[in-house]
Each structure stands twice: as C-alpha cells, then as structure tokens.
C-alpha cells in the first residue's frame, strides 16, 4: 500500500486565532510516519503564522490517537521521530491545547502531555499500554507523565498499561478540564477561545515539578520490588521504574535522553517482536474466508445441553452476551446441580462487590432450564456439553435433529470426538459444528470454532458471530482428535514424559516449563484439571495405540491409586489439608524409578534447557503438521490457540513465532538429533524440512501471497 501524504492525514484549518490540526489516518490515527511529518508541518505553520495565536488538536473518528503505528515496529526508523516532533510542539510559545475523545494511548496521550493544556469529552480513555507490547512509552511519556500525575500514579498506569477514563484522568492530574458530549473539534474550539481570553500562554509539561518529589523515592523503591516480583521474566517493566526513577533524579532533557536509550533497548527485544505478533495475531484469527463468504445466522435463543463444568460456565458467557438459555438436563436433579453451577459464579461475583443482586435476578429472568427436548424447539443455536461419550453424544445430536427448528445451529463441545460423525447421526450435518470452550468457559478467552466437512459457510460465519458477542477470541480448526489444541498438548507432554522416563523429575520439568515463562509446568496443570481425565482419554484409545510407539506407564501408576491431583489431596504433588500448592512426593519419585527399573533405563540428568528444547520441538513439529494438514488455517492460529487456552508466555508470541524467533533451521536440528534416540516420535514434519529448504519461516505463511 503507498504511504499516505502528509497533508492529507493530518490537516490544518484556521478558525479565527486558532488553528486546529486534525489527525486524520483511519482506522485509530496511529502515528506513522506521515503523521509524524504532518504534525511537524502543522507546528511549523503555526510557529510562522502570526495569524495563529492558539492550537487545536483533534482526532478525526473514533479515536483521538491509538499511539504509535505498531506496524512500523522492527522497521528502520523513519523521520521525524515523534520525541522530536513532540519537543518541537511542546517549545511552541502559544498555547497547545489536545481534545481528546475515544482512545489516546501510547504515543496518542504523549502527544497529548505534550501539549499545554488537554480537555477530554465523555468517551476519552487514557493509557499508556506500551507494556503490554514490550515497550515503554518512548515519546517523552515517561518523563512528562509524572510531572503532571506524580512519579507514583505515573509509574502505575505504565506498568498495569490500564486506561483511565476522562473523570479518572483529570482527577490523576492528566486532564484540566472535562466537556459534555458532543464533537471534539468545537469542545476543543470553546476551551481555545476560555484560555485565550484568560490570556493563557504555553505551559510546558518538561517544565513543571514533579509532585509528589518528597515521597516518591521511598515509594518506588517498594515499586520496584513489587515489580520485579510480579513480572515474570519480562524485560520492559524494570526499566519503566528506570525511566521514571530518572524523571525524578535528573533534569527533564536528561531524562528524555534516558527513556530514549531504554526504550531501544526494548524495542530490539524478542519481547516486543512476541508481544507484537500476539498483538497482530489476535486480531487476524477472525478473518477467515467464511467470514468474507457468508452472513451469520441471527440468533438470540440458545440451548444448552448438560450443565456439567462446561454447560454452566458456557451458560454464564451466552446469560453474559444477552442471550436466553434454555439449559437441558437429564433430571430435575442434574438441573438443580446446573443451575447451582450458574448462581455459584454470580454469587462470587456478588461477594467480591463486581455485581449487584438487582443485576443477577435480571440476568437469570434469562435462564430456564428442562428436562424435555420439546421446550428448545424453537432455538436458534444449541450448545451440547454432556459426557465425553461418542454414543451419549450420537444419541443427543438425534435428539436435537428431531426437534430443533430448520436453521438452527447444532454445535457441540467436545475435547476430541469426531464432529463428522456425530454431524452424520443427523439430517442436516451442514448445520453441525463444533464450539470447543475451554474450562473455566466463562473466564477462558479461547474458542476453538471446528469446521466439520459439511459444515455450511454461514454456520461457521454465525460461530464466529457468536464468539464476538461473547467476547472470546476465536480460532478455526478443522477435524482431527483433539482439533489444535488438544493434539498438539498431547504429543509435547508425551514428549515430557519420555524425559520423565529418560531422568528428570516431574518437579524439575515443571520448573523448566515454568522458567520459560508458563504460570504452570504440565504436571501441577494435570493435578489442577484431575488426572482422572488424562487417563480416562488414554484408557479410551489403549486400543487403537501404535503398539511399536513409546508409552510411557508412569502416569497409570499414579492415576490406578486414586491420586488425582487436587482433588484427592494427592497426584503427582501432595496437598496437605487441602492446599492448593503442591509439596513434592518422595512417593511418587519412588513410582518413577520402579518404573524406569522395570524398562532398565538408566536414569540421566537435563538441564532445564534440555527439557525445553525436547518440548517446544514436539510443540513446533505438531504444529507444522497441524498447519499441512489444513487443520490450522495459519502459524498464527497455532499461536493464539496456545497464547489464550495453554497459558503459553504471550511475549514470546506463541510457538510458531517462538519457532521463528529460534529459528526454524535450529529448531529442525533439535528434531533430527533426538530423531537418533527415537526416530519414529521425532519424525520431522515434511512442512517444517520445507520452510527449512527454502528458507522461509512460519510469518512467511501469515501473509497471503
Ligand atoms: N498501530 C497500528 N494499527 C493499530 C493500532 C496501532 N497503534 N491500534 C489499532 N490498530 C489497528 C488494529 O490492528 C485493527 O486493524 P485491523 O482492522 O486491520 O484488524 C484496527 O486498528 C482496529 O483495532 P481494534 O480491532 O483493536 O479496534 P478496537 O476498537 O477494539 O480497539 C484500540 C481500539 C483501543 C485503539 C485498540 O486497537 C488498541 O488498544 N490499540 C493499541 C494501542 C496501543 O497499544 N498503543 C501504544 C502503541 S506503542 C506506542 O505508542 C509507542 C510510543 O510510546 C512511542
Ligand atoms: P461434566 O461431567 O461436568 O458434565 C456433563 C453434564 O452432562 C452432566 O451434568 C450430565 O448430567 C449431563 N448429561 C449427560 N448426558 C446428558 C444427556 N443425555 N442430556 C442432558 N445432559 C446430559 O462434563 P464437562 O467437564 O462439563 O464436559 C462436558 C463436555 O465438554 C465433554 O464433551 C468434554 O470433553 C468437553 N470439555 C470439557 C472440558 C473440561 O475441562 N472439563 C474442556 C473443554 C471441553
């Protein structure tokens, strides 16, 4: 796409005294290049023009300014940067006044504290974010912020990236004044013509003290603390303190040079590239060709099949969305346990002060619940959630053939069962689907929306319709067992258990997987969820394994005792009293060393790196081939699967941006040397030895041709 110019994204007009510079560059007026050089035309005319004695800036749409262009990330810098542009306003001798409406954020509320004065209207929300993308704000942000809301306060606001809304903001010092509703160019234009007439001058934000000078030294040095503690190997946080740490301790052009170096530090981190991509990623999965072919089917009735774990909390996200829900259960017991399962999620919300009582009665007046298939015929969209159980499954899907009314969306929620054939049990099988919540499902972002091989383009469009309304990030997929997700899961923790086997603890693996940056290593995840279920699922196809493949027993020892993790107090970890934090079992490293006797392994030791690069490689080599299957329409699906329902680190990005980061040659060696210990698990993908051969990495796959 050809760059715009610079006059035609950021224009000038003179209204009386004032000149009011319009940013204009949809969709959100990010700060790219030919911003950037608009803006510095703007101020140059308004500097030379002694017609201006005033200057507006304004946001044209919805948005004042989204902040930098994210776009233009990992680019060679393109001038003028925005410090400079924003130095050169901020000099200007008159006043400067943002009105700010919809989004300022990032490098939108820089050049906002750049300015002299800064009104917002109703809508405004104020941030700086840059954390959340690996950066810190790098246009002066970190210096200015806390001259106008405290070192503290200013400190605060970069590391949590939160926005603050136009009240919050003025009472936090970042605004002066509040405007009723109404259009920001004339709220802004009033404001203008007030200052003027009180005869009002450029006030430089670099030039004002810093608040709260006295206290704040004490009061970051406990920050920093706080911070080193709560942000898990990420780089920007740290040097966020650094930056205002220098606002305090040096004069405002030191400190801008300051925020300069650090912010290229952060900006050259593999951080900011993972913390980008997921940025980027998260918005592509809902662009899909089905989106682009079909309307969605209108919907505001649904049923919901089971309420178990899953068809409570999915009950909770549609009852959340504003959609009705009829609740389908087997009998008037099972639909006082649903409904309980649904109050009990309300009522938490209630005891913790985030909902009023007023506020569930109106949103359960939408929840009924049944035992009988006829009170859902008239449903627009059902979801089943019962047993993982193909012929409970078959026999609910000929059910809801029989009674729900022609167009009605048939999904269902299933971890891995084959949507094909339960699609076929019916007569419409271009209205089946699969919607694969995750658990807790109204907390968990992700939603896997499986495409079955008849599914219809509008069912897959009103899915994702559906994903939208109830606020979930969602995902396409195709049919295979265990769809993204799940089959990726199940080849790298196989892949953990052959370094179980081979010597490494379960508590060292853990901690290697933690150390890479997940909240949790895969065995205390197993005793979280009960290990119960991974056996039942290994139970399930004992039959249809590879009998030549590597099975590693360990985890039936452990389940065949009733050690389920949490719930029964032990598993791979023990939980005394019902704790919730795992002690290590000298039991279970008993377990594991009769085990690797019995096989006559000798046990050695891996380093954390050891067992990472064994995992990520099964992690990557599964995906590729979920990618050259079409079960994964693109990498960056494969990473917003893992980035939303595995609790993969999201600054690095997801595995296939973690595998480019790598590098895939390094990553299709790893493969190939532990091929020599066991050359049938380590089967490198064909995708992957292409990408390879041709040099090419996953992102070249993001990209349409
Ligand atoms: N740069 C480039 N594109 C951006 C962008 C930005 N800063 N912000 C949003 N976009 C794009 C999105 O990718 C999306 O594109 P698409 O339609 O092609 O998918 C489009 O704008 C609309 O965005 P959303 O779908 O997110 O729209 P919403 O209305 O839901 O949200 C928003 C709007 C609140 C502005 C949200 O987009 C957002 O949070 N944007 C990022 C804000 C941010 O992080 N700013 C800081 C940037 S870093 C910086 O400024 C560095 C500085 O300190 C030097
Ligand atoms: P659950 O055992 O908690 O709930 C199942 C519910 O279905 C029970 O309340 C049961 O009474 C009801 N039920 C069974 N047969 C029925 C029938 N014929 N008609 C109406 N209701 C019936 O199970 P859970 O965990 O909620 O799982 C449900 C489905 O969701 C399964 O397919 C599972 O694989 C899938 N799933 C589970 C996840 C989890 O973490 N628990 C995550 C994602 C999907």
Known sequence: ?????????????????????????????????????????????????????????????????????????????????????????????????????????????????????????????????????????????????????????????????????????????????????????????????????????????????????????????????????????????????????????????????????????????????????????????????????????????????????????????????????????????SIARGQANVEKVYDGLIAKGRMKPEAKAATLARYRASTSYDDIAEVDLVIEAVFEDIDVKKAVFRELDRVCKSGCVLATNTSYLDIDAIAAVTQRPQDVIGLHFFSPANIMKLLEIVVAAKTAPDVVATAFELARRMKKVPVRAGV????????????????????????????????????FGYPMGPFQVSDLAGGDIGWATRKRKAATRDPKARYVEIADRIAERGWFGQKTGRGWYLYPQGARTGQEDPEVLAIVDEERQKKGITPRSFTHEDIMRRYMAAMVNEGARVLEEGIALRPLDIDVTFLFGYGFPRWRGGPMKWADIQGLPKVLADIREFAQEDPQFWQPAPLLEKLVAEGRDFESLNRPA
């Open 1 to 333: 796409m050809p760059s715009p110019s610079p006059d035609s994204v950021v224009q000038t007009s003179l209204h009386g005294p004032v000149l009011v510079v319009r940013i204009d560059n949809p969709p959100v007026n990010a700060l790219g290049q030919a911003v950037r050089a608009g803006l510095l035309a703007a101020v140059e005319r308004a500097q030379g023009d002694d017609a201006v004695r005033a200057v507006l800036l304004v946001g044209a749409g919805k948005a004042f300014i989204a902040g930098a262009d994210i776009r233009e990330f990992g680019k060679p810098p393109q001038p003028p940067s925005l410090p400079e542009v924003l130095h050169r306003m901020e000099q200007l001798d008159k006043p400067v006044i943002a009105a700010i409406h919809g989004p300022a954020l990032g490098g939108g509320l820089e050049v906002a504290m750049a300015a002299h004065y800064r009104l917002a209207l109703p809508g405004a929300k104020l941030g700086l974010p840059e954390v959340n993308l690996g950066l810190l704000p790098g246009a002066g942000g970190t210096q200015r912020a806390p001259r106008l809301m405290g070192v503290v306060a200013a400190a605060e606001l970069m590391l949590s990236g939160k926005h603050l809304s136009a009240k919050a903001a003025q009472a936090a010092g970042l605004v002066d004044k509040l405007a009723e509703e109404g259009d920001p160019t004339a709220a802004g234009l009033a404001y203008a013509e007030e200052l003027l007439a009180q005869g009002a001058g450029a006030r430089r934000t670099g030039e004002l003290p810093i608040p709260d000078a006295a206290t704040a030294p004490a009061a970051l040095d406990q920050l920093a603390l706080e911070t080193a503690r709560k942000s898990r190997g990420l780089f920007s946080p740290a040097r966020i303190i650094e930056c205002v740490r220098a606002a305090l301790e040096l004069p405002f052009e030191q400190g801008l040079k300051r925020e300069r170096e650090l912010f290229m530090e952060c900006l050259n981190s593999p951080q900011r590239a993972g913390l980008v991509h997921a940025f980027f990623a998260e918005r592509e999965t809902a662009k899909i060709p089905e989106a682009r072919a079909a309307q969605p089917r209108p919907f505001a009735r649904l049923a919901i099949i089971g309420g178990g774990t899953m068809g409570a909390g999915i009950t909770v996200s549609a009852l959340d969305a504003g959609l009705a829900v009829t609740m389908i259960e087997r009998d008037a017991e």
């Open 480 to 515: 295979c067992d265990g769809f993204i997700g799940n089959r990726i899961l199940a080849v790298y923790r196989e892949a953990a258990n052959h370094v179980l086997e081979d010597g490494a603890s379960p508590y060292e693996i853990d901690a290697a997987v933690r150390g």
